[in-house]
T-cell receptor, first 115, second 111 residues
Framework: DQQVKQNSPSLSVQEGRISILNCDYTNSMFDYFLWYKKYPAEGPTFLISISSTKDKNEDGRFTVFLNKSAKHLSLHIVPSQPGDSAVYFCAASARSNFGNEKLTFGTGTRLTIIP | NAGVTQTPKFQVLKTGQSMTLQCAQDMNHEYMSWYRQDPGMGLRLIHYSVGAGITDQGEVPNGYNVSRSTTEDFPLRLLSAAPSQTSVYFC??????????FGSGTQLSVL
């Protein structure tokens, strides 16, 4: 049962245009969402996060939007740059009774920026 | 400025062999975890620890053991390697909710 889904395995975008990566989740207990970026032969690196108390969070060229009613979040990259070419993972967590939390990751979207 | 260090980077095992993947962090993070990445499956949590002496199972714990005797180290032991354990393994640590710092990974092949 895939609780976090990224339905687009790949996406190609022209340099300078907007990249939109999508993520859907099924677990209504998730209350914190993150995006990670991964280059080949490296570990994932944290990009941006959003709490369920917000519907938008911005950090420079990166904006994450959360639609709780649709259980959907998206990552917008504007403008897209060649260095943004990577695999992007969506992740979610739910606070447990003991204060521990475990991230559930999506399957990833490979973004290619075309110069 | 090492962050999270994983060794080895590559390993080939025969079915039935055992080995330990090493993970060390120098950021004094309480939370550490192990994930495996497989094609089309994303990253799946194997085991995690919220402090020295405290560990718990994740989504795919079978065939793996962990222990946490110090804050810095969180080794992952494969008891009897199987081809299904061929994967890329990532160790991560965290000081606050969700923002994991990952190591560069160990690529493991089990023949």
């Amino acid at each position: 049962d895939q609780q976090v889904k990224q339905n687009s395995p790949s996406l190609s975008v022209q340099e300078g245009r907007i990249s939109i990566l999508n993520c859907d989740y099924t677990n209504s207990m998730f209350d914190y969402f993150l995006w990670y970026k991964k280059y080949p032969a490296e570990g994932p690196t944290f990009l941006i996060s959003i709490s369920s108390t917000k519907d938008k969070n911005e950090d420079g060229r990166f904006t994450v939007f959360l639609n709780k009613s649709a259980k959907h979040l998206s990552l917008h990259i504007v403008p897209s740059q060649p260095g943004d070419s990577a695999v992007y993972f969506c992740a979610a967590s739910a606070r447990s009774n003991f204060g521990n939390e475990k991230l559930t990751f999506g399957t990833g979207t490979r973004l290619t920026i075309i110069p | 400025n090492a962050g999270v260090t994983q060794t080895p980077k590559f390993q080939v095992l025969k079915t039935g062999q055992s080995m330990t993947l090493q993970c060390a962090q120098d950021m004094n993070h309480e939370y550490m975890s192990w994930y495996r990445q497989d094609p089309g499956m994303g990253l799946r949590l194997i085991h995690y620890s919220v402090g020295a002496g405290i560990t718990d199972q994740g989504e795919v714990p079978n065939g793996y053991n962990v222990s946490r005797s110090t804050t810095e180290d969180f080794p992952l032991r494969l008891l009897s390697a199987a081809p299904s354990q061929t994967s890329v393994y990532f160790c991560a640590s965290s000081y606050r909710r969700g923002k994991l710092f990952f190591g560069s990974g160990t690529q493991l092949s089990v023949l």
